[in-house]
């Protein structure tokens, strides 16, 4: 699949004044980019499995001090992969997506801090809505990529995660709200991430 990318650069001279044979090959930044964005999507898998079990364990009784920070942490791990993210690839399009991403989790981190003094409640609200701008973000991304191989579970996973966030804001009114379809959110996310990984490791041999 990475041999269909797009970009490739020129080796040697033009063929038709010259004589010389030309050859293409991978550029070194696209053919590095994947094997980086698979070891990112791995980091995010075991993030997320971590946090669930975390959040699940903290937050049985309440929010409490180690659910806030767990709640504050979340957003600010995916501005830092979004940044890691971005450092690693060139196309255009999908870093601008990476950049709309950083701005929005950030304004979530903010927003949960916000909330997470007040309730549960508002918790899930400011939850669901960065759940819902942040799947749309990551559909663009992912779509953006489509041809590098391995994005159909993000594709999927961004599709799933505005569902959730719509759930998040309707479940912020039930009689005991809680975090654990958070936390079961971020565990149906990591395995997306987990999936990409693998897809993205078989891509070259599919190609």
């Given at each position: ?121 508002a918790v899930l609200r400011v939850w669901g809505a960065w759940a819902i701008v ?5 559909l663009v991304v992912a779509v953006k990529r489509r041809k590098m191989g391995g994005q159909w579970p993000m594709i ?52």
């Open positions: 699949m990475l041999n269909e990318i797009e970009h490739s650069v020129y080796l040697g001279r033009d063929s038709r004044s010259e004589g010389v044979t030309v050859t293409t090959v991978d550029s070194p930044a696209v053919v590095g980019f994947a094997p980086a964005l698979r070891r990112l999507y791995f980091v995010r898998f075991a993030f997320a499995i971590v946090w669930a079990v975390l959040v699940f364990l903290t937050t049985k009784s309440g929010l409490g001090a180690a659910g806030v920070v767990l709640v504050v942490l979340y957003p600010l791990f995916d501005v830092g992969s979004a940044i890691v993210d971005a450092r690693s690839a060139k196309d255009g399009g999908s870093v601008r997506g990476l950049y709309v991403n950083m701005a929005i989790s950030s304004l979530a981190a903010v927003g949960l801090a916000v909330a997470a003094a007040s309730d549960i409640p942040a799947g749309l973000v990551q999927l996973s961004g599709g799933i995660s505005v569902l959730a966030g719509a759930t998040f804001i309707l479940g912020a009114s039930a009689a005991n709200p809680s975090l654990t379809n958070v936390a079961g959110y971020a565990v149906v996310g990591g395995i997306f991430f987990l999936v990409s990984a693998i897809r993205l490791g078989r891509a070259p041999q599919e190609s």
